[in-house]
């Protein structure tokens, strides 16, 4: 649960950051999220760079995360989204890849929205 001012009011970078940290730390320790804790390796998918041009991953977030590039909801919003569209964009929907980017989709918006992050 929140306590004091709406988050989304705040224009305090570091607590930003901090309510960042707390949904990629929630979303990482996801069941569903195994397929998206590092970049796609060519060894593991020949073809995939072909396909997907803005590769995003857990482990890149958490670096950029660390570097202060997410001063905007939006960025960090962008980041995370891009990684359920590339997944969904690659691999078909009855695969265990696709339905893992919806329950984490689903869950970390429900992250979002405890922090009064979302809208
Ligand atoms: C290990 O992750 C994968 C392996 C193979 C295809 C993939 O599409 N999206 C992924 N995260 C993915």
Sequence with gaps: HRTGR??????????LAASFAAVLQSVRHHASAWPFLKPVTVAEVPDYYDH?????????MGERLKKGYYVTRRLFMADMARIFSNCRFYNSPETEYYRCAN???RYYQTKMRELGLWD
Excluded: F, G, H, V
């Excluded at 709406?6 to 607590?15: A, I, M, T």
């Excluded at 997907?52 to 890149?60: A, C, R, S, V, W």
């Design 52 to 60: 997907i041009k803005y590769p995003m991953d857990l482990k890149t």
């Design 103 to 105: 329950n984490l989709e």
């Design 6 to 15: 709406p988050l989304e009011e705040s224009s305090d970078p570091e607590k």
